[in-house]
């Protein structure tokens, strides 16, 4: 059996992000690991305009070739791990416009999520768990924070995150609770498909 695809969803696009390299270190922490694979998916490669179609797609399918090549990734994918940046207490503006386009593809699936910023992007992933909610995504306990002191210092100061020991053990946490809810939704999924086959 093939092991779950997860996505490590770049949240932001801006000039000199640090979720960049957030996500590079995400994925090497999950590279050894047995039951999941893992790839970055970056909103830069996914140019969508602003969402202003004239019904959700939860109605009316989007069917324009950005929409579907975005839409296409996500419902490859047996998960997710949002790396999202804090934005005035709020998760970025690409971020949320990128979810709009979406309906189907990401349900009954998990995400975990990746804060950095003020409180460790706590708001914002906050945000991004009543956002999953309505599109019938699993949204996780185990999150990662990342909180001012080492941000500023992996963007300021050219310090790396072996400089900060504790924010390992977590994203372990996290990819453990992950792959458990990904094998496990996975199945639940294709017993459906099944059934209604």
């Known amino acids: 059996m093939t092991k779950p695809r997860i ?30 694979e893992t790839e970055i998916v970056d909103l830069r490669d996914f140019p969508l305009p602003f969402f202003e179609a004239a019904a959700s797609p939860a109605y009316v399918p989007i069917e324009t070739p950005e929409a579907r090549k975005w839409a296409g990734k996500i419902a490859e994918l047996d998960g997710y791990i949002f790396v999202t940046a804090e934005y005035n207490h709020a998760i970025s503006g690409v971020l949320k416009n990128a979810v709009d386009f979406l309906y189907a593809e990401p349900n009954r699936k998990p995400a975990a999520f990746v804060g950095y910023g003020a409180v460790g992007g706590a708001r914002a992933v906050e945000q991004l768990r009543m956002i ?15 909180n001012m002191e080492p941000m500023l210092g992996l963007l300021r100061e050219g310090k790396d995150f072996a400089d900060y020991p504790y924010l390992a053990p977590t994203v372990v946490t996290m990819l453990e609770e992950l792959s458990w809810y990904a094998h496990t939704l996975r ?8 059934d209604a086959a």
């Open 132 to 146: 999953a909610i309505e599109l019938d995504i699993v949204p996780l306990k185990k999150a990662v924070h990342i």
């Open 187 to 194: 199945a639940g999924r294709q017993a459906g498909a099944r």
């Open 7 to 36: 996505g490590i969803i770049i949240s932001t696009t801006r000039e000199g992000r640090l979720g960049e390299r957030v996500a590079r270190w995400v994925a090497e922490l999950a590279a050894d690991r047995q039951d999941i």
